[in-house]
């Protein structure tokens, strides 16, 4: 009998910065979606338009924030 014992073989799972520039790739490239075609198309690209912007005015909010905070 060995001394040395092997490990049941795990799956690795990407490191977190690669699923991260996966993300952002998939982002990045992705089409946007367009306003013609079914009403569930366009409800996308409303929801698209929504979300956008709200992810936009939330990353705006938190960099004032953090100015602020850095200025007081």
Do not use: D, K, N
């Not at 977190?16 to 979606?33: H, I, K, Q, S």
């Not at 569930?40 to 905070?69: E, K």
Request: proline share 7%.
């Amino acid at each position: 009998m060995s001394a040395v014992t092997l490990s049941p073989a795990r799956p690795t799972t990407p490191a977190l910065g690669m699923r991260l520039r996966r993300f952002v790739e998939t982002v990045r490239w992705a089409p946007a979606p367009r306003f013609e075609g079914s009403v569930g198309r366009r409800l996308a690209f409303v929801g698209y338009l929504v979300g956008s912007m709200v992810a936009w005015a939330l990353i705006g909010i938190g960099v004032s924030a953090l100015l602020g905070a850095l200025v007081a």
